[in-house]
Structures are given as structure tokens and as C-alpha cells.
């Protein structure tokens, strides 16, 4: 029998490829776009840009982006760096409701991995539906003929 599509367990199944290795990979960081960024799927402007900052190997640049795009209310908590290992914790800002578990958390001997682990940690909790989220979300609406985005008014 086939199992269903289960993006929490993918995810989980990245995180724990993110713990084992030594520093980021291009096979690694292209499972991480696939898995874990539906945004970036979605549309093609930010490709290009992605693209340069793989080909440059810009992984800490590449992290920082990816929460940027994919976690648009999510920011950079804490990054830091004790008995050499790197620690990245995001959290959704203005919004720490429950603060342990309103945050994403990872530990890497790597700082981009950190980085890295830390946004798929985040991830996860939205796939199990645990992510809290402060963005509205807006939609294109159709009216007579013209296009608007955002929400809906009424005039």
C-alpha cells in the first residue's frame, strides 16, 4: 500500500539529513528547496537570485533569504556560537504567545546548517500546524473586470 504524501515526516527526514553532515551540500541545500520552501515553488522572480547565491555558495545568505521569503513573519531571534557550535533560534515576530514553543531552534557545528536547520525546524511546526503566523493573507479579487490585490473592501 502507498503511503500518503506526509510533509511533516519529509521535513523531519531533512532535519535529521541537516544534523549528520559537516558543512551544507548542493544536494542537501536542493532537497531543502524542494521540501521546504512551497513559496519559492510557486513563483519564478526569486529563482534567478537563488541560483547565484548557490552558485557562490552563499549558504549563510541562502538561510537568511529562505526565512525571509518562505517565513515572511518569522525573524532571526538569536545567532550564536558556544564551544563551537552554532546556535539559531527564529521566532514569529511580535507574536510570543508561549515562548518555547513559539520558536524554531537548531544547533550545527556549522553556522549555515544552523541557519539551515533552524527555518525547516520552523517548517515542521507549521506542517504539524503548530506554527503560529501574524500574516494576513491577501488574495487577487476580480470585480468588473478589474484586478486588485489585497483583501477585500467594501466601497
Known amino acids: ?21 559537516s558543512q551544507p551540500q548542493v544536494g ?3 532537497d531543502v528547496l524542494e521540501h521546504a520552501c512551497p513559496r519559492l515553488k510557486s513563483t519564478l522572480g526569486p529563482n534567478a537570485l ?12 541562502l538561510g537568511f533569504w529562505l526565512i525571509g521569503w ?17 546556535s539559531c533560534a527564529i521566532c514569529v515576530r ?3 504567545l508561549n515562548w518555547v514553543e513559539d520558536v524554531a531552534e537548531f544547533q550545527h557545528e556549522d553556522p549555515a546548517l544552523a541557519i539551515l536547520g533552524a527555518f525547516v525546524q520552523a517548517q515542521v511546526r507549521k506542517a504539524q500546524g503548530h506554527g503560529p503566523s501574524n500574516v494576513t493573507i491577501f488574495r487577487r479579487v476580480e470585480r468588473s473586470g478589474a484586478v486588485s490585490m489585497g483583501p477585500e473592501v467594501e466601497r
Do not use: F, Y
Not at 52 to 59: D, G, H, Q, T
Not at 72 to 82: G, K, T, Y
Open 1 to 21: 500500500m502507498w503511503q500518503k504524501h506526509n510533509p511533516a515526516r519529509e521535513l523531519r527526514s531533512l532535519l535529521s539529513r541537516i544534523e549528520t553532515v
Open 28 to 30: 542537501l541545500v536542493a
Open 50 to 61: 537563488v541560483r547565484r547565491l548557490i552558485e557562490a555558495e552563499a549558504w549563510v545568505d
Open 70 to 86: 518562505e517565513l515572511p513573519d518569522w525573524a532571526v531571534h538569536r545567532l550564536s556560537c558556544d564551544d563551537s557550535r552554532w
Open 94 to 96: 511580535g507574536l510570543a
